[in-house]
């Protein structure tokens, strides 16, 4: 399987990069990944909420494929527990979906044609957290989800 991250502006905290690495080092021994990284708009300040979306939007549309099962991290979209988005990934599989890719949006989200775009939603909580944070708990949640379905202690230990 095939899974690709596309997130709006680079992770900056050196903390935050490290976690990133290592999730994304053991991801490695499950599943191809990719990380596409947008850079954040520049002059965004002259532009209204709507344009930058827009603009954002166009990006991201520019990086995907048609052949993508396109996932938006959005605080509106379905919560998992960890074990639940598993099983989630795991149909994916056995199902033959062969490319999933999740979009973390700018920070006002996404252009309406992103949305219609997506064929599903994904909350991570219904607390709100910096983009350059969510990057990490994704990747993390994610490798929990591949050592889950190997039956692997990660989970549980």
């Known amino acids: 399987m095939n ?4 997130g709006i502006g680079k992770t900056i905290k050196s903390y935050l990069i490290e976690g990133e690495a290592e ?3 053991r991801l490695l021994r499950y599943i191809k990944f990719e990380e596409i990284i947008i850079p954040e708009l520049k002059n965004a300040s002259k532009l209204s909420e709507k344009e930058i979306k827009q603009k954002e939007g166009e990006l991201i549309q520019n990086k995907l494929s048609s052949g993508d099962f396109v996932v938006l991290l959005d605080e509106n ?3 998992h527990s960890s074990e639940d988005f598993a099983h989630w990934i795991e ?6 979906t062969s490319k999933i890719t999740f979009i973390i949006g700018g920070a006002y989200g996404f252009s309406e044609e992103i949305y219609n775009r997506a064929q599903y939603q994904l909350s991570l909580s219904k607390m709100t957290f910096s983009h350059q944070m969510v990057r990490m708990i994704f990747k993390e949640q994610l490798y929990r989800a591949f050592s889950i379905i ?5 989970h549980h230990s």
Do not use: S, T
């Open 23 to 25: 999730y994304e080092k």
């Open 91 to 96: 149909n994916k599989q056995i199902y033959g």
């Open 150 to 154: 190997k039956g692997e202690p990660y």
């Open 77 to 79: 979209g379905k919560m």
């Open 3 to 6: 899974i690709r991250l596309i």
